[in-house]
């Protein structure tokens, strides 16, 4: 009778691990090389939108400049906004249960699941150049895409209604200056709001000695911000 060979097991988890780092380690570093160029691109269409405009808003007293913060973060001041640009480190899988799963795209491929993520952020333009360390921004809109720069946007307004279909949107140097462009607007579309008088009606005497310094109480275009609370739109 033949004696059934029995694989090491050792040998076989060495070989399982090499399959991982050979597939799912290769195609995440992938993912994060590819985005490393969209945000390049998003970064000099950028520049390109910020002379267009400066060319037709003459008046000087309105903030039209980008500031880079390393190689991963861009800073766009526009009017009483800032727009942070960040581009987040890792590498996601959409979860098992979202429904993007069902469809023909990313069910003949399981690796068109793994995108990277551009985090746009807005802020108030003298929080940034004052320094107000307390003050608030808001996460407007998370761009995801993967390695064949298909994308979709969670986001804010029609950010989010626009681009939301992975399978057939496929990043391009014109849909990249349409989402810069759709972000400027949604962020010059808010104004400051007034933030409630309970909020206010207590402060230190830190504060008081700071105020004509710097006072340090917490202001924000929608205080308390949560990405699903606010289902505003514009066109």
Known sequence: MKKKVTKNPIEANRQQLVDILLHKSALKQDVADDLERVFS???SLIDTEMAALKEAVTDERVRLWVKDRGDHEFHVFIGSDVLVFNLHHNVFRLPDNNPLWGTSYFKANPNNGYFGTIHVYNFLAESMQQNRLDDVGNLIARIFVNHERHFFIEG???LGATFNDPEHMLLSEQ???LIAQMTFAYALQFDLYIPPFEYMDNISVGQIFLMGEQ????TGKRLGF???SDQADFS
Do not use: A, D, I, V
Request: net charge positive; proline share 0%.
């Open 41 to 43: 691109e998003l970064r």
């Open 156 to 158: 804010k307004g029609s």
């Open 175 to 177: 849909l990249l200056q």
């Open 215 to 218: 006072l340090k109480l917490k």
């Open 226 to 228: 949560k990405m699903s």
